[in-house]
């Protein structure tokens, strides 16, 4: 797990590890402490809870009851986790269909993947968390495939134990409907915020700079690619900029749709 600190108090900003992941904000006084008053959690990709704290009051005579085990569970019916090696996980295997990989719109066609899994008492995958990929595009269409997947129940000491895991994934597939790559114009005569980048005086006076990004359905950049090899800080001053750039939707066969474009600046 990582741990994520804010340098001049040292509060707790995040916590992450696969398949979690937090973040405490608006933190507040409370008696002598400081008390994060927002909680965002991350259950999966995709999801995201968020907690608001309204008020704390002191608990002045707890009733010690309440943090008082009265039964201990036995032993067999309590929840306990492990985390196992890949090989150890594959050798539980009762059912693992053959990944179908669909066609992707852009990116690599070959490749791997690293996928969390956890996997519950009974040998079924409760959850599924992307980790490393060469195509990201590719992690849900694996993601929902090995929650079909059926393990043996893991055992510690004859008793079943839930278990963890990092499944890698190769991956060969092809390009189908590949995203559509506006040009500097055609993307500027969608876009509704436009912000020009501030260059490092004195660099590379009258280049051209020349980027790639993607734009998501709502018309936000998910991505910029240093696809024409800028120099880095004129790479860093235009990917700056062009991260704040909105977009009107893209149509295509009357439907909005992702897309491309190679926007390009001048250095004055």
């Not at 704390?56 to 309590?78: G, N, Y």
């Not at 790559?181 to 260059?199: Q, Y």
């Not at 991260?243 to 390009?264: C, E, S, T």
Request: aromatic share 8%; hydrophobic share 35%.
């Amino acid at each position: 797990m990582v741990f994520c600190f804010e340098g001049s108090h040292g509060l707790l900003e995040s916590a992450v590890t696969p398949g979690y992941g937090a973040e405490f904000k608006d933190y507040r006084d409370f008696k002598t402490r400081r008390i994060a008053r927002r909680l965002v959690i991350y259950p999966e990709p995709g999801t995201t809870i968020e907690a608001k704290v309204t008020e704390l009051t002191e608990l002045t005579s707890p009733d010690e009851s309440l943090f008082t085990v009265q039964k201990s569970t036995p032993p067999t019916e309590r929840t306990a986790r492990t985390v196992v090696s890949e090989g150890t996980a594959r050798s539980l295997l009762e059912s693992a269909p053959d990944i179908l990989w669909p066609s992707v719109r852009s990116g690599k066609t070959s490749g791997v993947l690293s996928i969390y899994i956890s996997v519950d008492r009974s040998g079924h995958v409760r959850e599924t968390w992307p980790l490393n990929s060469d195509n990201a595009g590719l992690n849900d269409p694996a993601r929902d495939q090995v929650m079909k997947w059926q393990f043996k129940p893991a055992k510690m000491h004859d008793v079943p134990v839930q278990i963890e895991t990092v499944l890698t994934l190769p991956f060969n597939t092809k390009i189908g409907d590949p995203i559509p790559i506006l040009s500097d114009a055609e993307a500027r005569n969608l876009a509704t915020k436009a912000i020009e980048p501030a260059f490092p005086p004195g660099i590379a006076k009258g280049t051209e700079v020349k980027v790639q990004i993607g734009v998501s359905l709502d018309g936000t950049v998910n991505g910029v690619g240093n696809l024409y090899n800028v120099p880095t800080p004129l790479f860093v001053a235009a990917s700056g900029a062009v991260r704040q750039w909105h977009f009107r939707p893209y149509l295509r066969n009357g439907k909005p749709d992702v897309f491309g474009a190679d926007i390009v600046f001048h250095v004055p």
